[in-house]
């Protein structure tokens, strides 16, 4: 069946596009893509050179890591005959559907995808055809890849109780550290990255006020247990004026620190999330992001930092947990749409979304604040001496 489409002097039809399989919690197995623009490149990485100009969506996936993606036939018949081909099939062959099958009809196609299985540690981009009418037809639609060696990172997670100066008062942190790092590692798969997560240490502090650090007594909380060699987790019930502080190895010094490491607090004055398996791991990630030299796409003071736009808002590094925007273009009954990145609410507000973004769609900003899986991945790369 022909579709229709009203256009006065010109119209951009997009025929298929590409989302995340699912909604609702991270799963390495259906990550997020990076669909923001159009034509952009990838900054170098890891020995790979910065990419020409890439049209429309790309995806990170690990060596030999299965993957699903989902097509949408946006302006095309859903009938219409799709074949599924790859472009280079040492970098990512299509497991479903299955060589010489069609897409299944219908507004969705799940496809699968399989990272390629070669040497070395540089990686390697391919494209995900969409072929019309026969598996050799013509190409329709491309969704980019690119396949990563694993990138193994160390976390040795602390759950501090904060006494008074007393040595009373304090409550320990109840949050679940293997349920939230099983989150953390999905939210960071599509980059390559790959947490080894310690056994959690517990210890006992005392601060100046039970249950709650302050900034200015990080370093009394290095002094008490800090290990080499791994990226140092503090879970407490709270931290004054921040959900959450990240300290890489390049920035600590500059803030007075003894050492790099990674704060998470549970509370925010009553409210406590420490049963909010998302929200937590959602915190934690976006914290190992700037342990990994990443900002937030603005900072500053005032509301001015404040981004609400569809560039910042499907970030990981985005500075606000859950978020919203008021005035959807389409009217009310649009809203739930508009303010929905895929991850669920926190009552009404939806929580942060999770892209590690692969394009550079921010050109000519300060690193760290887009093309984010290169960042990351060439900081990593230097090795335990720079990283931790």
């Known amino acids: 069946m022909a579709i229709k ?11 298929i596009r590409f989302e995340r399989a699912v909604t609702g919690a991270p799963d390495a197995a259906n ?17 790979l050179a910065a990419s020409d100009p890439i049209r429309g969506a790309i995806v990170g996936i690990t060596k030999d890591q299965e993957i699903t993606v989902k097509m949408v036939r946006e ?30 009809t219908g507004k969705d196609c799940k496809i699968k995808l399989k990272g390629g299985h070669f040497g070395g540690s540089t990686p390697k981009s391919a494209k995900v055809e969409i ?4 598996k050799d037809g013509p190409i329709i639609a491309q969704l980019s890849t690119y396949t990563f060696n694993r ?9 501090v109780t904060v006494d008074d100066p007393s040595g009373s008062g304090g409550v320990a942190p109840t949050m679940n550290v293997t349920d939230v790092m099983t989150q953390v590692e999905a939210l960071w798969a599509s980059s ?6 310690k056994p959690a240490q517990s210890f006992n502090i005392k601060l100046a006020t039970a249950n709650k650090m302050l900034w200015g007594e990080v370093n009394d909380v290095y002094a008490k247990k800090w290990v080499a060699n791994t990226i140092n987790v503090y879970i407490m019930q709270e931290i004054d004026g921040a959900l959450g502080y990240g300290l890489s190895k390049d920035a600590h010094a500059g803030f007075g620190m003894t050492h790099p490491g990674v704060f998470m607090g549970m509370k925010s004055g009553a409210i406590d999330r420490s049963t909010e398996t998302y929200w937590c791991a959602n915190d934690l990630a976006h914290e190992l992001g700037h342990f990994f030299t990443l900002w937030h796409p603005t900072d500053g003071s005032g509301s001015g930092w ?8 499907r970030f990981l590094m985005h500075n606000y947990n859950y978020t ?3 005035g959807a273009p389409q009217g009310v009954t649009e809203w739930p749409k508009f303010n929905d990145f895929g991850y669920g609410s926190y009552g009404t507000a939806p929580y942060r979304a999770g892209l590690v973004s692969i394009k550079n769609v921010r050109t000519g900003a300060s690193a760290g604040r887009d093309g984010q899986c290169s960042t990351v991945r060439n900081y990593i790369a230097q090795g335990p001496s720079a990283l931790y």
């Open 5 to 15: 489409l009203q256009a006065k002097t010109e119209a951009r039809i997009v025929p």
């Open 31 to 47: 990550p997020d893509i990076d669909d923001r623009g159009n034509v952009h490149t990838v900054p170098a990485m890891n020995s």
């Open 75 to 104: 302006d095309i018949d859903n009938n219409a005959d799709l074949y599924v081909t790859s472009s280079d099939e040492q970098a990512v062959k299509i497991i479903t559907p299955a060589d010489g099958d069609k897409c299944s």
């Open 131 to 134: 072929r019309f009418g026969a």
């Open 151 to 159: 990138l193994l990172v160390f976390i040795q997670p602390h759950v």
């Open 192 to 197: 390559g990255v790959k947490f080894i997560t």
């Open 306 to 313: 404040q981004r609400y736009e569809t560039w910042s808002m």
């Open 324 to 326: 919203g925007r008021a």
